[in-house]
C-alpha cells in the first residue's frame, strides 16, 4: 500500500508502480512465487487504489510575441537598400483553446469548447518599402473586441451547448490590408537564389540526379501513407468503425452561426512614368442572421465599396466608383424550396484616353 501513495498517478494508471513493488518485494525478500502473486493481486484490487479526478474545464493559450525572416544580399553594404532583398514578419500570434464538460439537451456528457486565432499585425516588405502592411488607421472600425491594438486577423470556432440545442459558431474577421505590386521583386528573388554552375560538372547528370532523388523521395512518402492507412483499417474494424460514427453523430452540432467579415486587400500597381493604379476589393460579409438548423439555412452575402482608381500626374482620377451588391439565399427542404435574391447598387464609370492609356499599361507593369 505504502507504494500506491508514493508512485506518481501516471504510474497508477500505466501500472508502473506494479514493476517498482515487485523489484522491491525481491530486495526484502520476497522471492516466493506465491508471496509476488498475493501482493499484486492485492494491488490491482480497484478498491484499495486511490480514485483520480479528471479535469473537466481545460484553458490552454500559446503566444508567439513576434517573428521575422529577412533575406539579405550581402553583396551590397549595410546603407543600400537593395541588401534586403525580402522581410516578412508578424507580431503577436495567440491560440486559446478553452473546454469545459456539460450535459447536453439530450442528457449526455458532452465537450463545450471555443478555439481562438488571433493575429495583432504582420507585414512584408522589399528594398525597405511595404508590398504587404495592414492599414493601422482603420483596424478600429472593422472589429469592437474591447482590446487596446484591435487584432489585424481572428478566427473563432466554438461548440456551443445550450439547454436545448448545441451551436456550431464560425466567425472570421480580418483587418484592411494594403499591398503594392513590385515589378521588381520577382527579379530580386531570382538573383538571390540563383545558383552558381557546378565546375566540371555534366548538367544533364546532376538533372538526371535531382530527378532521380525527387522520384525517391514520393515514392517513399507514397509508401508511408499506405502503411499508415492499412494500419488505421487494420485497427478499426467495421464494428468499430460504426460505432465511432455513431458517437460522432450523437455529438454533432444541430445548429450553425457564421460570421465572416473581411476587409478585402487594396492593391496598388506603379506604372513606369504614368502614375499607379489602385483597386479597392472592398469588404465582404457572410453570415447566417441566426443560428441555422444544418438542413435549413439562411444566408446572406454582401460585398460593398468595391472601387477602382488611378493617380497621374499628382491627380486622382476614379475609374469605378464604389459599388456594392448582395445576396440572400434560402434553402428549406422540408418545402422543397430554396430562394436567393440579389441586389446591385448603381454602376459608374468614367473612361478617358489617359485611363485607357494607364489600365493598358498594367499589364507589362505586372509581368
Same mark, same amino acid.
Request: net charge negative; charged share 25%.
Given at each position: 500500500e505504502a507504494y500506491k501513495q508514493k508512485a506518481s498517478w501516471w504510474s497508477r494508471i500505466t501500472g508502473g508502480y506494479n514493476r517498482e513493488a515487485q523489484q522491491a518485494? @525481491?530486495? @526484502? =525478500?520476497?522471492?516466493?512465487?506465491? @508471496?509476488?502473486? @498475493?501482493?499484486?493481486?492485492?494491488?490491482?484490487?480497484?478498491?484499495?487504489? +486511490?480514485?483520480?479526478?479528471? +479535469?473537466?474545464?481545460?484553458?490552454?493559450?500559446?503566444?508567439? +510575441? =513576434?517573428?521575422?525572416?529577412?533575406?539579405v544580399h550581402d553583396e551590397f553594404p549595410e546603407e543600400d537598400p537593395r541588401r534586403e532583398v525580402l522581410m516578412a514578419s508578424i507580431e503577436q500570434a495567440q491560440v486559446i483553446f478553452d473546454a469545459k464538460q456539460k450535459l447536453d439537451y439530450k442528457g449526455d456528457t458532452t465537450l463545450e469548447w471555443k478555439t481562438v486565432f488571433k493575429l495583432t499585425s504582420a507585414a512584408v516588405a522589399q528594398h525597405r518599402s511595404d508590398l504587404l502592411s495592414f492599414k493601422a488607421d482603420d483596424t478600429g472600425e472593422w472589429y469592437d473586441c474591447g482590446e487596446e491594438i484591435p487584432p489585424a486577423g481572428l478566427f473563432v470556432v466554438e461548440n456551443q451547448v445550450l439547454s436545448d440545442k448545441s451551436v456550431l459558431r464560425v466567425e472570421v474577421r480580418s483587418a484592411p490590408v494594403m499591398i503594392t505590386l513590385n515589378p521588381y521583386i520577382r527579379t530580386a528573388l531570382d538573383s538571390f537564389f540563383e545558383m552558381p554552375p557546378a565546375p566540371d560538372a555534366d548538367a544533364d547528370h546532376v538533372q538526371r540526379a535531382l530527378s532521380a532523388a525527387k522520384q525517391q523521395g514520393e515514392d517513399r512518402m507514397q509508401e508511408m501513407k499506405d502503411k499508415a492507412q492499412e494500419a488505421v483499417w487494420n485497427y478499426l474494424d467495421e464494428e468499430t468503425l460504426e460505432q465511432y460514427k455513431a458517437e460522432a453523430r450523437k455529438r454533432l452540432p444541430n445548429e450553425v452561426f457564421i460570421a465572416v467579415q473581411l476587409d478585402a486587400p487594396e492593391v496598388s500597381v506603379p506604372v513606369f512614368r504614368l502614375g499607379h493604379v489602385t483597386l479597392c476589393m472592398g469588404s465582404l460579409e457572410l453570415k447566417t442572421p441566426h443560428p441555422c438548423h444544418t438542413a435549413s439555412i439562411d444566408a446572406e452575402l454582401s460585398v460593398r465599396k468595391v472601387r477602382l482608381s488611378m493617380t497621374t500626374q499628382g491627380q486622382e482620377f476614379r475609374v469605378l466608383h464604389p459599388v456594392s451588391w448582395s445576396v440572400s439565399a434560402g434553402v428549406r427542404p422540408e418545402d422543397r424550396k430554396a430562394t436567393a435574391t440579389v441586389e446591385v447598387e448603381p454602376i459608374g464609370v468614367n473612361v478617358s484616353p489617359e485611363v485607357v492609356q494607364v489600365l493598358l499599361a498594367v499589364g507589362p507593369a505586372v509581368g
Open positions: 518485494m @525481491q530486495s @526484502q =525478500g520476497a522471492d516466493t512465487d506465491e @508471496q509476488v502473486d @498475493q501482493l499484486l493481486a492485492e494491488m490491482d484490487d480497484e478498491t484499495k487504489v +486511490p480514485e483520480l479526478d479528471i +479535469p473537466s474545464t481545460y484553458h490552454v493559450s500559446i503566444t508567439l +510575441p =513576434g517573428y521575422g525572416v529577412t533575406l
